[in-house]
């Protein structure tokens, strides 16, 4: 049972920074740079070349990581907000309580 434990808890330490790196915008420029540094090689010579690249290459290599950057501000947001809004709840029951 203690090895199980174990296990998961290491198994959601190793998620969650694996998580926490794939959304930084310090990998968003690592990846960025490995993707864009063939180019200094060999580059695409006509314009479907370059579409393709870009395509198959740059867009599917980075959106989703800003896709997850993005989400990681909105969902830190959201929870600042609902943070906020529960203590007001609070206060307020605390205060109906109060004049009873």
Do not use: C, Y
Request: charged residues 20%.
């Amino acid at each position: 049972m203690k090895l199980k434990n174990t296990i998961k808890n290491f198994n959601l330490w190793v998620a969650s920074k694996s998580a926490q790196i794939l959304t930084s915008m310090t990998f968003f420029w690592i990846l960025n740079l490995i993707i864009l540094l063939p180019l200094f090689l060999s580059h695409p010579t006509s314009l479907i070349a370059w579409i393709s690249f870009f395509i198959s290459t740059w867009f599917q290599g980075v959106s989703l990581i800003i896709l997850s950057f993005v989400s990681k501000i909105e969902g830190d947001k959201t929870r600042k907000l609902l943070t906020e809004e529960l203590k007001i709840l609070k206060e307020i029951l605390k205060e109906l309580n109060i004049k009873k």
